[in-house]
C-alpha cells in the first residue's frame, strides 16, 4: 500500500469518522436493529453495500459481487475482478444518478467504498478500502465466525448517539439502501451456510 493511501484511510478516522457512522446506520437497519445476523467477511458487506447503493440509485439490481459473476451466478470462489468491476459500477452510479443523495452522504458512499490497491510483503497485490477498516475494526470485531450479531451495546449507540448526529435525509436514504441490502445479505448467508464450515 502506498504512503499516500495509508494516510487516506488514517485521515479516515481522523475527520470525525462520519463514513463510519453511515456504514454503522446501514448495518443497523440492515440487520433489522440488530435482530438479524450479518457476514463478517467484510468482503460480503462492501458488496452487499455496493450493491444496494446502485439499486437504489438506479432502480436495477446489481448482480457482480463478491461470490456472483456478472450475470449472477453463483461462484465457488471469489468473483475474478468483482471488487474493480463493483467499484466502476458504483462511480457511474453516483456520477448519473447521484442526485437522488444528499452530498454529505454521496461523498461519503463514495470514500468508504474507493478501493486502495495494495502489496503485501511477497509481492501479492490486495485491495483494502475505508470500509473493509472500518467494518472490520469497530462494527464485527469476529474473527473466528462466519456470521455474527451486532452487539447489544453497539445497537445502543446507535440509537442513542449515531443516528442522531447524522442529517434525517440521511437516516432517510441509508434506511432505503439497507432495506435493499437485506436482499443481497440474505442471499450471503445462505451461501456462508452452505460453503463455509467456521
Known sequence: MTRGKVDSI????RKGNYQGRVLEVL???????GEKSLPTIEEFILSEVVAATIEYLTG????????RSENGEESVVSAEHWE????????????QFGG????PLKEAL???TELIMHFDETGGRGYESPLYHYYKYQICQSWFVSIFSLPTEFVKKVERETISS?????IKHCAAIAKIMDKYIKR???LIKNRYHW
Open 10 to 13: 488514517k485521515e479516515f478516522f
Open 27 to 33: 448495518v443497523y437497519f440492515a440487520s433489522d436493529k
Open 60 to 67: 436495477k439490481e446489481y448482480l457482480f459481487t463478491y461470490h
Open 84 to 95: 474493480w468491476k463493483a467499484n466502476e459500477a458504483m462511480a457511474e452510479a453516483v456520477k
Open 100 to 103: 437522488k443523495l444528499n452530498s
Open 110 to 112: 463514495q470514500e468508504m
Open 166 to 170: 447524522l442529517e434525517p435525509e440521511t
Open 188 to 190: 450471503d448467508l445462505k
